[in-house]
């Protein structure tokens, strides 16, 4: 199989990431001055299972947070947390590791607030709950289908040498075949 055809074998892994947060309701923590309860999350589109392809994901909070890195192994890839204000997360998506593919680093400014068209927070809408979700678009190259590939070349090559090796049986055969009537000949002869 020529290398043309091998060539751009990619996959593209749509996800969603982003959060939602709801404001608490007042002294429910007692002695805190956290306003919300916030969930940042890293989804398949339509809530497609994203597990097949992402190991881990690294959620990366505010240094105001104790333990800042947070790992999440299994799906769902999500963290829920309470704080009092807004920031940029990172999160970081580790791949399985058959699938040969780098960490991915996506960012996203954590949201609270209700905001107004002019980016003044909405005070009518601070209860309503918020989201601030992403789209985007992975892109892979997707080693399994790249093993399967290898596996085709291996048979054709196989194959190719049986082939060859059937020539030869075959030319040695007639050859036989022709000493042998040589020989019935001759002893047909002697025979006389
Ligand atoms: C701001 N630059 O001043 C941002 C930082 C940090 C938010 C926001 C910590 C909670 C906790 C928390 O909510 N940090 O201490 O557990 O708005």
Request: charged share 30%; with cysteine; hydrophobic share 30%.
């Amino acid at each position: 199989m020529s290398n043309k055809r091998t060539k751009g074998v990619t996959v593209i892994r749509p996800i969603v990431y982003g959060n939602i947060a709801t404001l608490l309701p007042q002294k429910k923590i007692p002695d805190s001055d956290h306003t919300h309860k916030w969930t940042v999350s890293v989804k398949g589109l339509n809530n497609e299972d994203i597990s097949s392809f992402v190991k881990k994901v690294t959620f990366k909070l505010h240094e105001t947070y104790a333990n800042p890195q947070r790992v999440v192994e299994h799906p769902p890839f999500e963290l829920t947390e309470t704080g009092w204000g807004e920031f940029e997360l990172t999160i970081k998506l580790q791949f399985v590791p058959e699938s040969g593919e780098k960490p991915v680093m996506l960012y996203h400014n954590l949201r609270l607030h209700p905001y107004e068209e002019d980016g003044s927070i909405s005070t009518a809408n601070k209860n309503k709950p918020v989201q601030s979700f992403q789209y985007d678009e992975l892109i892979q190259r997707n080693i399994c289908v790249q093993a399967e590939i290898d596996e085709i070349r291996k048979i054709e090559e196989a194959t190719k040498k049986v082939q060859e090796q059937l020539v030869i049986y075959k030319e040695k055969l007639e050859k036989t075949t022709k000493e042998l009537d040589e020989v019935k000949l001759e002893l047909e002869r002697v025979k006389k």
